[in-house]
């Protein structure tokens, strides 16, 4: 296909993957080239099916109320969609609760950020569904070349042209086998294959020295295992999460997912790693910041194995840097910018960031001489404030030549810890903080004369002994 719309003068885009974040990249491009074509690994399943391709599948997705936004203006009416399928709104800490060193978070009637929590499998059928249709009612072409892989790019230190492509073992269509390789040529290549992206090696082929990169890796892994209530006292009205501090380096959530299961999803940070067996998961359940979780296990039923998950560091590549922009080529999602998945960012900054490279495109006429470095920064902006939450948690426990921070990046975190705690029990500090946490706000919002006010001054109380069960008014909150 790239040969022929090549040929035919046409402005023609290539995608490298086909997952969610490849998805929305085709959504940012709808309308501004004349054709796209999407080169996916994989083979799609039937229905809402799990995919070898996505090794972080079976775990805990949330979307965040910033992400959702983003995926709304790319795409509208997915997020009906996606509950259509059976996913759940939950607003913290209203439906989401949590516990920190103080206690539990009051659960105040605070609705500023519905975030939807469901299975990887619907996520992606779902979008997948709502782009193709999108796409078939646009002047765009798309083309998915499913077990087909990308094994480089070509063009030069300069500039990327196009991308080069072979079918994957044991993937090849029916009928006459296609070529080993062949060449995808393109006005502009955009890399969404996620965390095992090549784009620094392929870098380093086309002459170009890598992308700095950046890694904090707390050593977290985690194991998530899906249940079925056996009654009430397995499916609370709201989600729960108790999450690990330095004293008690393990922690826990659970949380509603469609077709009335739930997600039970246990971490623990360099060397408390939750097992996978039956026993060793449930044993370990007990040994978290509180007894809670646990107690759940006996008003549940298991509905599927316990899956494991290690690769969890921070990585970030500064593909926006000066000197590291290649013309023609942008990156996004985790190919990008990867997060620890136990914050449950991954998912929203990839819509943010395609939707930082349709505004792009919107805004200087499509694509033109300097699209690769403008989109780059700012994907990289859509990043910032998901990377700097997820790095200041992480850090404390890091090692490596990464995981010393600054002076600056110190003050930032006692304040910012200081804070989280005082939102126990304070809805104002918790209203700025979720503002961040949930990618609607920059991290400035922290900073802000009144928060910093009531973040300094006023004491830090205890928060609950047990989750609440009580919702608060916010015009009865303290």
Not at 174 to 200: I, W
Request: glycine share 12%; net charge positive.
């Amino acid at each position: 296909m790239g040969e022929t719309a090549e040929a035919a003068g046409e402005r023609h885009a290539v995608v490298i993957g086909g997952g969610l974040a490849g998805m929305l990249a085709v959504t940012a491009l709808l309308g501004h080239v004349d054709a796209v074509t999407v080169v996916e690994r994989d083979r799609y399943p039937t229905g809402h099916a799990f995919r070898k391709g996505v090794p972080q599948a079976r775990h805990l997705h949330v979307f965040l109320s910033g992400g959702l936004r983003a995926l709304e203006e790319l795409l509208p009416g997915t997020g009906r969609a996606l509950t259509d399928a059976g996913a759940r709104t939950l607003y913290p800490p209203r439906d989401l609760v949590t516990r920190t060193v103080l206690g539990w978070q009051h659960r105040f009637d605070e609705r500023r950020h519905g975030c939807l929590s469901v299975t990887r499998p619907v996520i992606d059928g779902v979008v997948r569904d709502c782009v193709l249709r999108t796409a078939a009612g646009s002047a765009t072409r798309l083309e998915v070349l499913e077990a087909t892989e990308a094994v480089g790019l070509t063009g030069d230190a300069g500039r990327v042209t196009g991308v080069r492509v072979r079918a994957r073992k044991g993937g090849g269509r029916t009928g006459a086998a296609p070529p080993a390789e062949r060449t995808l040529h393109a006005a502009l290549v955009v890399d969404a294959s996620g965390r095992t992206s090549k784009a620094p090696q392929w870098y380093t082929e086309l002459g170009r020295p890598a992308p700095r990169q950046e890694t904090v890796d707390a050593g977290l892994a985690y194991a998530t295992r899906m249940f079925r209530p056996t009654g009430p006292a397995g499916a609370p009205d709201m989600g729960v999460n108790v999450p690990g501090w330095p004293g008690c380096p393990r922690g826990a959530v659970y949380v509603p997912v469609e077709d009335g299961t739930w997600l039970l999803t246990a971490a623990g940070v360099r060397g408390p790693h939750p097992p996978t067996d039956d026993q060793g998961f449930a044993d370990f359940t007990a040994t978290i910041g509180d007894p809670y979780i646990h107690g759940l296990l006996s008003h549940v039923d298991p509905v599927s194995p316990v899956y494991g998950f290690r690769d969890t560091a921070n990585r970030r590549r500064h593909f926006e840097r000066p000197g590291a922009v290649l013309e023609g080529f942008v990156v996004l999602g985790d190919a990008n910018c990867t997060f620890n998945p136990v914050y449950g960012q991954g998912m929203s900054v990839a819509a943010l960031g395609a939707l930082a490279l349709r505004r792009t495109l919107d805004s200087g006429g499509g694509l033109r001489p300097g699209l690769a470095h403008e989109a780059q920064r700012a994907v990289a902006r859509a990043s910032d404030a998901a990377w700097s939450t997820a790095v200041g948690a992480d850090r404390p426990y890091a090692d490596g030549p990464d995981a010393r921070a600054g002076l600056g990046e110190r003050l930032t975190s006692w304040y910012v810890q200081r804070l989280v705690l005082g939102a126990v029990v304070d809805p104002v500090l918790g209203a700025a903080f979720r503002d961040v946490l949930c990618l609607t706000a920059p991290p400035s919002r922290l900073m802000a004369p009144r928060t910093v006010l009531r973040t300094l001054l006023l004491p830090l109380r205890p928060g609950l002994r047990a989750p609440p069960t009580a919702v608060i008014p916010l015009d009865r909150a303290a």
